[in-house]
């Protein structure tokens, strides 16, 4: 069974008396362990797909199932439970909170989940050590660079060890070399087998991926392998 599956997806948006399809009839299978990029223009429909994957939202209508369980029509709350399970994101902006030091800031997947502090401080510095920054545990975000902080959102991305991994344009607010550091911690993920699900405008950036599909007006109109 595949880790994702979408048949005939479609999501439509209505504003005033006029319809917007940002996904038409999309149809797409990710494998465990996979590295796939998803890759658009502005506008094509590649974070509305990002959305529903991540369960942010539901679509209009179609097949969707995530890690084995029906979405389609799922409630808030369903897709909240598999977003905390099963998801991690990492983000262009970071969205860390400014006020919250490095371990609050990974630690925080684990206090929606309801695991005990003890326990969140002992895996929150761990995943801290894994991304390379456990010497900067009491930092807060202002006090690191741009790929401190792109760090601290992958490891709180991984701390509650989802099946997959999320990323929107991750290196979108990073210097080229800080951006290259990132995506090798990408690749570096793959390799240890985290199933990674990446989206770009850059095809520089899907080429490191394994598969790359090519969303245009909301439907796939190209996959390739880089």
């Given amino acids: 069974m595949s880790l994702i599956h979408l048949e005939d ?4 948006y209505r504003v005033g008396d006029q319809e917007i399809r940002a996904l038409d009839q999309i149809d797409l299978r990710i494998e465990e ?11 094509s429909g590649k974070s509305t797909l990002m959305h529903l994957l991540g369960c942010l939202d539901t679509p209009t209508s179609g097949r969707m199932e995530i890690c084995g369980k029906d979405l389609a029509k799922a409630s808030s ?3 909240a439970g598999v977003r ?41 510095k761990k995943a801290a050590a894994d991304v390379g920054l456990g010497d900067r ?9 741009g790929g401190q902080c792109q760090r601290v959102a992958i490891a709180r991305a991984l701390v509650n060890n989802p099946r997959i991994l999320f990323a929107d344009e991750p290196t979108g607010n990073l210097d080229s070399t800080t951006g ?4 090798e911690m990408f690749d570096a993920l793959h390799a240890a087998g ?4 990446l989206v770009t405008h850059d095809p520089a950036i899907a080429a490191h991926s394994r598969r ?10 190209r996959e390739y392998k880089p």
């Fill in 9 to 12: 997806l479609s999501k439509v």
């Fill in 33 to 43: 362990g996979e590295f796939l990029s998803i890759i658009g223009s502005s506008g």
């Fill in 77 to 79: 709350d369903e897709l």
């Fill in 84 to 124: 905390n399970r099963e998801v991690g994101f990492v983000f262009q902006a970071f969205n860390l909170l400014p006020k919250l030091d490095v371990v609050s800031n990974i630690a925080l997947p684990l206090v929606y989940a309801g695991v005990p502090h003890a326990e969140r401080l002992v895996r929150a």
């Fill in 137 to 145: 545990l009491s930092n807060r975000p202002p006090q690191l660079s």
């Fill in 180 to 183: 290259r550091m990132i995506l």
């Fill in 194 to 197: 985290k199933t990674i699900v």
């Fill in 212 to 221: 790359v599909i090519e969303i245009r007006d909301g439907r796939i109109t």
